[in-house]
């Protein structure tokens, strides 16, 4: 199904970013969750790394359209991406996806770089503290999973030991501010099954992850740059928004799209300069 032509080898390589969005607007809706200008956003941080050519380690909670940008990364310079889901078929729809277009591409075999982890991402056995088990030093991260400070900061905290001078740390959803439980999530599906939407608890609200994430990373780093990304310049042009406008309004008013804070929907930081303390 993805088994298109792309142009030549020399085409793609002129314009990258347009051979990976070509790849993203072909993906359902349902593995294709995160808007065209963060998308991008995550493919041009990349280029920021320090470590292009040297085999980066590249870290993801939450799969979907992130993973072709970020397994891209990982092939074109020989490293390996680590993926968690609790979702097994979307892993293994991404992987019919990658094979068709990046294997393609690259000639090389998505399994030498992409390694994907069906399971709980703060599993003490199978969750990002493995990375230490395989010696993996991130050059890269991305969350995207339960959208919960207390998961996010979970991973973050399992993630951040294993990081690397000059890392970058990015985020999905920077504007939510749940503590413990994804109220507009699960108002969501209660609306499906015609039941009454349930009252936020006052423990659940904490200050927008944005703000959480840079204060863990200042207390373990001596140097956090928070970026300008691409992202903040491009979102209100991007075509996502109009193009899925029905299920973004519906979103909206289950709160689960935060429009009056979409400029910080994605956020990423460069970091230096670890604590001793950390």
Known sequence: MYDFYF????????????????????????????PDSEY???????????????KPILVETGAGASTIALLNYAMKHN???????????????????CTDT????????????????????????????????????????FFDSEHTSEVLL?????????????????IDDANYNYVHTNISYINMLRKKLDL???????DNVCKPFYMEVETFLRSHWTNVEYLQ??????????????????????????????????EHRFDSWKVSGRRISS
């Open 79 to 97: 490293g390996v991406l680590y993926s968690w889901d609790f979702n097994g078929p979307k892993g293994a729809f991404l992987r019919s996806v």
């Open 154 to 170: 979970g991973e973050l905290k399992g993630v951040n030991q294993y990081l690397k001078e000059n890392a970058i740390i990015a």
């Open 196 to 202: 009454p939407p349930v009252q936020n608890p006052s």
């Open 102 to 141: 990046l294997g393609s591409y690259y000639g090389k075999s998505i399994f030498d770089h992409w390694k994907f982890i069906a399971y709980n991402s703060l599993s003490q056995h199978l969750g990002v503290s493995i990375l230490g088990e395989l010696n993996a030093s991130v050059d890269f991260c």
């Open 229 to 262: 990304d691409t992202y903040k310049k491009e979102y209100k042009t991007d075509l996502f928004w109009s193009y899925f406008s029905s299920d973004r309004e519906a979103m909206g008013k289950e709160g689960m799209e935060k429009l009056d804070s979409l």
């Open 7 to 34: 142009g030549t080898k020399n085409e793609i390589e002129a314009n990258e970013a347009k051979y990976l969005l070509f790849i993203k607007r072909m993906l359902p809706r349902w593995c294709n969750s995160i």
């Open 40 to 54: 991008l956003a995550i493919h041009n941080s990349l280029l920021l790394l320090p470590s292009a050519g040297k």
